[in-house]
């Protein structure tokens, strides 16, 4: 809806002001105080409310005003889609609005639905047409059928104020590349000159009765003499892109009007079809074919304020807008277009803008598309064989060189007849060809499918790459739950044990966890837990275990009743098909004896008589997590001082040997007594086992890899 028809005639009793980051205060009080911003009969109160980000100003407050900081960055220009405020201020040193004050005025004055005043300094870097589009389809003053092509009128003639008018650059008549280079420089020069840099430029909107929407550009430049005649191309300067541009601004809006003897570009477009051929309007606005050597100049300079760079940044900016706000992924899509000629690059332009593609980039020779390239995030190329200077092949050869370009699409266009030169391009590089003249539905077809797989091979690599970096970071997470030597050795310590441990995570990513638990001076618990299969959904299930291990501290001291509750929580948890193996126990070294209970886990094993003999304990069990009322016993083994407890993953037991078995009980006894028996084989006993079976095992493990012995330090 228009701003004014929730607008009344009394005047709020104070005006809320946001001050945007850095903005300086007393240029705000300034601007406030005096007659830029409000009538001089309003004396409301104004109240400032600083913010050192958008989040920062809260929504359901409406500001009056929003001042933002000198020199705009792309990250504040985003407050005007986010911020609860029409108007959007920059406040820089110098700001005087003459005969643009005030800009906010009472009904039924002029009431803006959104306004952005900016330097020209900040203007000419800013994406603000599409930024500015985008605000006043989240304000729902402007339909989204009309968005694209108003947003490219909106560029041409924010362009066109800002360079022929706040910059007074004319660029009348044939641009050669010494007058380009020049231009370059008096850019810079304007610029630098507060004189033009410190001009305004306001780009403001208000919503119409009928669903369309009214423009605004003000400039505080020379202005122009208005033609006289309808036909705006055949106005002085015609030949330049200041001609050319108002042309295709008329062919794009249904309504174009000068104001402030030039220096104000009114355009009106309708909400009731206004959906206008892109195609056709570039084709009404075509100049008339120029000679090839004065042929140089950039497509896109009435499209875009930049006489510095040779290709118009992109008009649709992916930043900060939702996905909601834009195109499908192939139509935003940013294409760069490499051509020597001016009206070649501006048919295929009108090719692509006619069927949705607005994010289009501008080269005028080889060189000029490898700095685009490296600059910009290019979806595709359309390049011309045959350019002076750098030609299409060589810059095939240097873009397939660099790895962040081998699979750039690259098609490219050419009138050569001759099979030699076309089988070139495709050795130095090229992923496709099209022939000149142009066919627009080939050309569209070709496009289409080369961003299409594009687009699956980025969301391919996409989907690894975040794969891969969510099991790093499920691999960190789990290790964290590991305990570490500088944390299980001393509690080892404080009981008589000597702990050693070991532990590898499997290639695929296991759900192996183990942990301690000291329960007063005399009883340590001791666990081991293996969740089924592999991947995140085992270290998933890892960390939720995890979580719930002593929420019930009042059955610590008996494993059979502590793991029964602990099967009641994974049961409510874990989907159906998941579950986990466990072992609880206790070692209580007052009365020598090891309390523990097993849900289907590998069996634990007492070393006795310094290793002479073996007692492989019963680990049977049901596995947590598959029946809620499963009931676990509590078993006890005597645990004297020439005794050790080994606890380990199934992974030492099912893993296949070099010579193609496995560690089977007798075979694992004897490893053991070999190791016990022999000089210093006491000590660090789960290292010394571990490097047995890493000797006897392949490198990568399909399942996570634990063992844990604790033994009596005497034994030790």
């Keep these: 809806m228009p701003a004014s028809a929730d607008l009344t005639a009394q005047m709020p009793l104070f005006h809320r002001v946001a001050i945007a980051g850095s903005a300086d205060l007393r240029t705000a009080q300034r601007i406030t105080a005096g007659p830029d911003l409000f009538t001089p ?38 407050a005007l889609t986010r911020l609860n405020c029409n108007y959007f201020i920059e406040a820089y040193e110098g700001l005087d609005l003459g005969d643009l004050s005030p800009l906010r005025r009472p009904y039924p004055g002029p009431q803006w639905d959104l306004l952005a005043c900016l330097s020209t300094q900040s203007a000419y870097h800013l994406p603000i047409a599409r930024k500015f589009v985008t605000a006043l389809r989240r304000r729902n003053v402007l339909d989204d059928k009309i968005a694209p092509t108003l947003e490219i009128a909106v560029q041409e003639a924010f362009s066109n104020s800002l360079l022929h008018g706040n910059m007074e650059i004319d660029t009348s008549g044939h641009l050669s590349m010494e007058k380009f280079h020049a231009l370059e420089q008096k850019t810079r020069d304007r610029l630098a000159d507060t004189t033009y840099g410190r001009r305004a430029i306001i780009l403001a909107a208000r919503g119409l009765n009928d669903g369309g929407v009214e423009i605004f550009i003000h400039d505080q430049g020379r202005g122009f003499a208005i033609p006289a005649k309808t036909d705006l191309a055949t106005m002085p300067g015609g030949e330049s892109t200041f001609g050319r541009g108002l042309s295709l601004i008329k062919t794009l809006c249904h309504d174009l009007k000068f104001e402030r003897e030039g220096r104000t570009i009114r355009m009106r477009f309708s909400g009731t079809g206004a959906q206008i051929s892109l195609s056709n309007s570039l084709e009404t606005a075509q100049p008339r074919p120029l000679p090839r050597a004065a042929d140089k100049e950039r497509s896109q300079t009435s499209a875009r304020p930049s006489l510095a760079a040779s290709a118009a940044e992109p008009a649709a900016s992916p930043v900060e807008d939702s996905p909601q706000d834009t195109p499908d992924e192939v139509h935003q899509a940013h294409i760069l277009i490499a051509d020597d000629t001016m009206i070649s690059r501006e048919i295929v332009a009108s090719y692509l803008r006619a069927a949705g593609f607005t994010n289009l980039l501008f080269a005028r020779d080889g060189n000029d598309a490898i700095e685009q390239v490296h600059r910009h995030q290019v979806d595709l190329l359309i390049l011309d064989i045959i350019m002076p200077g750098m030609d299409g092949y060589d810059v095939c050869k240097e873009l397939r060189s660099d790895p962040a370009y081998i699979d750039l699409p690259i098609i490219a266009q050419t009138a050569l007849e001759e099979n030699e030169g076309r089988t070139r391009i495709f050795q130095d ?37 975040r794969t891969q970096s969510e099991l790093i970071l499920a691999h960190d997470m789990q290790e964290m739950l590991i305990p570490r030597p500088d944390y299980y050795r001393p509690i080892g310590r404080d009981y008589g044990l000597s702990i050693s441990a070991a532990f590898q995570m499997s290639s695929e990513l296991g759900g192996d966890m183990w942990g ?153 006894c004897d490893v053991l007594r070999n190791i016990m028996t022999r000089p210093g084989g006491n000590s660090d006993l789960a290292s010394q086992v571990t490097d047995y079976f890493y000797d006897h095992t392949p490198r990568e493990l399909g399942d996570d890899f634990t063992l844990v012995t604790l033994q009596s330090q005497r034994e030790a």
């Design 429 to 465: 590089g090229a992923t496709d060809l099209i022939l000149k003249p142009l066919n627009k539905s080939e050309l569209l077809a070709r496009v289409k499918i080369h961003l299409e797989h594009r687009i699956l091979v980025k969301q391919l690599r996409a989907y690894r790459d």
């Design 41 to 78: 009969d309003n004396d409301a109160e104004v109240r400032f409310l600083h913010g050192s980000g958008i989040e920062d100003f809260p929504r359901d407050v409406r500001f009056q005003a929003c001042f933002l900081p000198s020199l705009v960055t792309p990250d504040w220009l985003g």
């Design 516 to 668: 301690l638990a000291p329960l007063d001076k005399d009883r340590l618990a001791v666990y081991l837990v293996d969740f089924a299969g592999h991947g995140i959904g085992a270290a998933l299930n890892t960390f939720r275990l995890h979580s719930l291990m002593w929420s019930d501290g009042d059955v610590l001291n008996d494993p059979g009743a502590y793991l029964a509750a602990l099967n009641v929580h994974l049961k409510r948890l874990l989907p159906v098909g998941q579950y986990a193996t466990m072992m609880y126990g206790i070692i209580d070294r007052k009365n020598a004896r090891f309390q523990y209970a097993c849900a289907a886990s590998t069996a634990p094993i007492v070393g006795r008589n310094h290793g002479q003999s073996f007692e492989f304990l019963d680990g049977s069990g049901v596995p947590l997590g598959v029946t809620a009322d499963a009931h676990y016993d509590t078993r006890e083994t005597a645990f004297t001082d020439d005794c050790f407890l080994m606890l380990y993953s199934d992974a030492l037991i099912e893993t296949p040997l070099t010579d193609g078995n496995m560690l089977d009980p007798d075979r694992l």
